[in-house]
């Protein structure tokens, strides 16, 4: 007999380690039948709908899943995550952060890319290594999926290595970024320790994550379509600033993050949500305009910090 409660974990805040917290939704894993099928809906990638309970510390207010699925399970699906399907949209994601890059480059007013060292970590296909390789940085990234690091590496012919943040070597970077990836880390704390130990004075540090405290959160309430099964927290601008305030890293700039897709791929997850959307879809495939090209914002936020030490 399958028991869910074999595969929990019960943690303290990831930020400020209280054990005290209030229970904003429970829990419901009745779908969940057996070890494969939990494994198959931690994918990094996946956008099943969140089964974990959901609650807010009452000492740092951080939004955190508790109890969440055993961290090895979790690494072990980002692992053998193959996703086609994401990698369809690279394109778009291109484009996205060519945009994105340029427009940070233009707000911390230093647009030069030449022999900075930018790292990237949860690169997935790689996409965004190419962007920033194009734009004339040395990049390199780190992908726990095995399949997406080949992908990335005959696709876009970038440093793209398998492994998590623990894995990079004790070098120094000028740029580190985590596109939509900080809230899948299972070791909050160990992670930003690490980023820390890799950066110099007036390093870069780059966090793109869904906003709690967004208007499409606010407004879409349990329907807002990143509560998700991977995403084991859920910042704001003051749990994000606290986390890494004890590394000293200071908040520099934060804005919205337009991210392009096809509508036809946007219309595909948002049925997940409202039924409607499935009918849309039907119809932009009767027209042929499944692959227009879409910017959209559902609270995704890009927040840009800098590193206020003077190490070397």
């Not at 109890?67 to 980002?78: A, G, V």
């Not at 692992?79 to 949209?89: P, R, V």
């Amino acid at each position: 007999m399958f028991n869910i409660n074999q595969y929990l974990e019960e943690i303290a805040c990831p930020s400020c380690k209280s054990s005290d917290f209030n229970i904003l939704r429970k829990a419901n894993y009745q779908g969940i039948k057996d070890l494969e099928g939990l494994l198959q809906i931690y994918k990094s990638s996946a956008d099943e709908l969140m089964l974990d309970q959901l609650v807010c510390c009452t000492s740092c207010n951080l939004t955190y899943l508790n109890p969440r699925i055993k961290s090895e399970i979790i690494l072990q699906s980002y692992s053998d995550n193959t996703d086609e399907k994401h990698a369809s949209q690279d394109v778009m994601r291109y484009k996205t952060f060519k945009r994105s890059l340029k427009k940070i480059l233009a707000k911390i007013d230093n647009p030069e890319t030449k022999n900075k060292k930018f790292l990237d970590i949860g690169s997935a296909s790689g996409v965004f290594l190419k962007a920033a390789k194009d734009m004339g940085f040395e990049e390199t990234g780190f992908e726990p999926s095995s399949w997406m690091v080949e992908f990335g590496k005959k696709n876009y012919n970038v440093n793209i290595q398998k492994g998590l943040i623990e894995n990079v070597q004790n070098m120094k970077y000028d740029y580190i970024s985590f596109w939509d990836v900080l809230e899948h880390v299972t070791d909050l704390e160990r992670t930003l320790q690490k980023v820390n130990e890799l950066s110099k004075s007036n390093t870069c540090l780059i966090i793109n994550v869904p906003d709690i405290d967004s208007y499409a959160c606010k407004i879409m309430r349990y329907k807002w379509p990143f509560y998700l099964n991977v995403h084991l927290y859920y910042f704001r601008k003051k749990t994000l600033e606290a986390s890494l305030q004890k590394f000293n890293f200071k908040l520099v700039q934060k804005f919205p993050h337009w991210q392009y897709l096809h509508l036809g791929y946007l219309l595909d997850r948002a049925s997940k949500y409202f039924s409607f959307f499935s009918l849309m879809k039907s119809v932009c495939n009767y027209l042929k305009i499944s692959k227009i090209s879409i910017p959209y914002n559902m609270g995704q936020t890009t927040f840009v910090f800098k590193k206020m030490t003077n190490d070397k």
